[in-house]
Each structure stands twice: as C-alpha cells, then as structure tokens.
C-alpha cells in the first residue's frame, strides 16, 4: 500500500516544529503472540510529518503507563493520542486523572486497511519523512512496506491514527482571508 519512493528521509530533525504529537497504540495482554504496544512520537511542520522515534514493547500495563509518562517526559508532546479500546480505556482514564498530560482518546473508525488507505495520500504527496537511520527503523519499515500482509501492524495503527488526527486538527500558521478577497491570504502582520 505505501511504496517506498513515497517516503522521504531526513538527516536531522526540524530544529522547530510546530507541535510534537505521539501516538499510541496499545496492547491488551503482552502475550507474544499479539501485537506489542507502540508509540510513535512525530514532529508536525508547516508541510511535513517527522517521525522521531517508535517505541515498541509487549508490557504488562503497569509498565506501560510508565513508558507513557517516560516518553513524555522526554519529548514534551502536545498532543498524546491513545487509542479508546483495549488497554487504551483504561490508560487514558487514569492518566487524565492523576496527570496534567495532554491526553486525546482517539475512537478508531473503519478497520485497519480502511484506515491507513486514508492516509496513504499523505506519503505519496510526500509529507512524511523518517530518519536515515535508528535503531527501530528497520522493523517500521519492514511493517509499513508490506502492510496488510505484514505479521503485525502495531506501527501501522500508530501512524495511521497520527495522520489521520493531524489531517483534521491543523494549525492555522498565522495566516487570515485578506478582507474583501477569500481567494488571497496574507501573513498576519505582513503583506
């Protein structure tokens, strides 16, 4: 479904994006058959999506509200999607409660292929960029080239639920309708 000239790479990450978002997709038991829990963090940009890094783990779900507030706590995010079902339920009630967290529910529509359909246009248009290298890269890449035929789809989800939330929530950038012409936008306090 995504094909990989599609995707763009970059060397170093936008040094000011305009929100960072993470995405989280979470596991019900950490059984190894199942899908682990992931979460994406991306950098939002004015044109692109970044992502920053994917975290993937099979825990137990004490283990997994900790890698939450850990990757908070390293990234700073504006946003933090978690995915309304599963153990998601549960991890968004309790940190809503007990943390001042940016925590979105995220209630998924359609099924998976349904889903990350709907976003491949972001990559085929070129607005998703991922790293020349880390660690993790090669088993997102490996998932996102042969989605829906890959053995899990965990990242998938992750990412897909990030586009899919960020295609409705953009940010305004400061620009407003020129008076008298809706055609023609100018720069807030510019020509």
């Keep these: 479904m995504i094909k990989k000239p599609w995707v763009h790479r970059y060397k170093t990450p936008p040094a000011h994006p305009v929100r960072i978002v993470q995405s989280w997709d979470t596991a019900y038991k950490p059984n190894q058959i199942n899908d682990p829990s992931v979460c994406t963090t991306w950098a939002e940009t004015r044109l692109a999506y ?5 975290w993937r783990d099979r825990v137990e779900y004490p283990r997994l ?5 850990s990757l908070a706590e390293k990234w700073h995010p504006n946003a933090i999607l978690i995915e309304d079902k599963a153990s998601g339920q549960s991890l968004i009630q309790e940190l809503k409660a007990i943390t001042p967290l940016p925590i979105i529910a995220i209630t998924p529509e359609h099924d998976k292929l349904t889903r990350m359909s709907a976003q ?7 607005k998703v960029f991922i790293p020349d290298s880390a660690a993790w890269l090669l088993d997102f890449e490996k998932e996102l080239f042969t989605f829906p035929l890959a053995e899990h789809d965990d990242q998938i989800d992750s990412t897909s639920q990030f586009l899919g939330w960020v295609s409705h929530q953009q940010q305004s950038y400061g620009y407003s309708p020129v008076k008298g012409d809706g055609h ?4 807030q306090g510019a020509w």
């Design 120 to 126: 491949s246009a972001q990559f085929e248009a070129g």
């Design 184 to 187: 023609r936008f100018k720069r």
């Design 50 to 54: 970044y992502l920053l890094e994917v």
């Design 65 to 69: 509200k900790s890698a939450v507030k």
